[in-house]
């Protein structure tokens, strides 16, 4: 139906930066709300960082001055530029996006991507 790819994961010292990428494929009339979420393990999945569908952007503290999230809706894609990584950042990261699939009834579930691993070493 709808199918979400991240990529952009990888092994970064502290103090460096990656970008995340998600795209997404399938039955998609529009896409509208967007975001990231993280698990690191033995935690449950957290928020990262969400943008709607008018580009207005939300982050957790954590994430503020340093994440940013973005989106091409051309490309049915969004991103999360990750600056100044610390080792408390590791996790795998997921991506969600709210996909209207039925024009007519502008059903809109969720779907997750199956995930991109950061390591941030110390």
């Known amino acids: 139906q709808v199918q979400l790819m991240e990529s952009g994961g990888g092994l970064v010292m502290a103090g460096g930066s990656l970008t995340l990428s998600c795209a997404a494929s399938g039955s998609i009339v529009r896409i509208d709300a967007m975001g990231w979420y993280r698990q690191a393990p033995g935690l449950q999945r957290e928020w990262v960082a969400t943008i709607g569908k008018y580009g207005n952007t939300e982050y957790t503290n954590s994430a503020k001055g340093r994440f940013t999230i973005s989106r091409d809706d051309a490309r049915n894609t969004v991103y999360l530029q990750m600056n100044d990584l610390k080792p408390e950042d590791t996790a795998a990261y997921y991506c969600?996006?709210?996909?209207?699939?039925?024009?007519?009834?502008?059903?809109?579930?969720?779907?997750w991507g199956r995930g991109t691993q950061v390591t941030v070493s110390s």
């Open positions: 969600n996006a709210e996909v209207v699939v039925d024009k007519i009834s502008a059903y809109a579930p969720h779907f």
